[in-house]
């Protein structure tokens, strides 16, 4: 039976990618303007040097991300894996990776650059989906050792 919890993980990072793409789209000059409504916070947030991580936008990194995720549940959804104890790890580190950064990023938002992005909200709002959707990926990981 194919895990629906990766099924929804996929999904999750499917949009993701979009959400990631975008603001690296608009981070390369490529999109001319956030469609963020008021405030401008999308700017801020994207125009501070914290919008660089060890040199590549910080996009760019959730971009990678989320796309290793995508890959990983579309994998593990298959039959051919599902029963693969490394789908299981692979998910739970990349999302686990995902939702501590995001925590690190909105902590960043919140108290040193002081603005808020709505797209960086939304993203967090899907990192962290995706980990709480990969949480049953321990019990599999549980029975599988019980197994041996």
Not at 28 to 46: A, K, R
Not at 48 to 65: E, K, N, Q, T
Not at 104 to 113: D, F, G, R, T
Request: hydrophobic letters at 60%.
């Amino acid at each position: 039976m194919i895990p629906r919890n990766r099924m929804v993980v996929a999904a999750v990072a499917l949009i993701g990618v979009f959400v990631a793409a975008y603001l690296l789209l608009y981070k390369l000059g490529l999109v001319g303007s956030l469609i963020c409504g008021v405030g401008g916070g999308c700017e801020t947030v994207q125009a501070s040097r914290y919008a660089l991580f060890l040199g590549i936008p910080v996009a760019g990194w959730g971009l990678a991300g989320y796309l290793g995720i995508l890959l990983v549940a579309m994998a593990g959804a298959q039959p051919r894996f599902a029963g693969e104890r490394w789908v299981s790890w692979a998910l739970l580190l990349l999302t686990a990776v995902a939702f501590l950064f995001s925590v690190y990023l909105s902590a960043l938002e919140e108290w040193v650059i002081r603005a808020w992005c709505r797209w960086c909200i939304v993203s967090a709002v899907i990192a962290t989906t995706a980990f709480l959707f990969s949480l049953p990926e321990i019990a599999r990981l549980r029975r599988g050792a019980s197994d041996r």
